[in-house]
Nanobody, 135 residues
Framework: QAQLVESGGGEVQPGGSLRLSCAAS????????MAWFRQAPGKEREGVAT???????????YYADSVRARFTIDRDNPNNMAYLQMNNLGPEDTGMYYC?????????????????????????WGAGTRVTVSS
């Protein structure tokens, strides 16, 4: 049974950093695109970052404009882990953060054009980890 388990959330002051982890099991992790989504209170879910499968040691990554240059997504295929490094956090980053996985059969073009905006294509979701940025 496929499972994604997020960890690493918490409360941090503005300007601080957190590193979220996503442990995957029950599916062929290297064959799945990974993504982080978030949902702030009273707002719709939004895509934060996506990462492709690894091809000759390289991955494609995509970020929402609001987090580009502050957040970094990466993956560890041998250990079935995905991560989201978040730096220079602000109150606008507060919310539940979810890890998600989509089959690479969707194609890299899909990931580039729709991976951040079409959460309904993702096959597996975690239960989320809460991030609170407050002074």
């Amino acid at each position: 049974q496929a499972q994604l388990v997020e960890s690493g959330g918490g409360e941090v002051q503005p300007g601080g950093s957190l590193r979220l982890s996503c442990a995957a099991s029950g599916f062929t992790f290297p064959r799945y695109y990974m993504a982080w989504f978030r949902q702030a209170p009273g707002k719709e879910r939004e895509g934060v970052a996506t990462i492709s499968t690894t091809w000759y040691g390289l991955e494609d990554t995509y970020y929402a404009d609001s987090v580009r240059a502050r957040f970094t997504i990466d993956r560890d295929n041998p250990n079935n882990m995905a991560y989201l490094q978040m730096n220079n956090l602000g109150p606008e980053d507060t919310g539940m953060y979810y890890c998600a996985a989509a089959t690479d059969a969707l194609g890299r073009d899909w990931l580039a054009r729709m991976g951040l905006t079409h959460g309904d294509f993702y096959d597996y979701w975690g239960a989320g980890t809460r991030v609170t940025v407050s002074s």
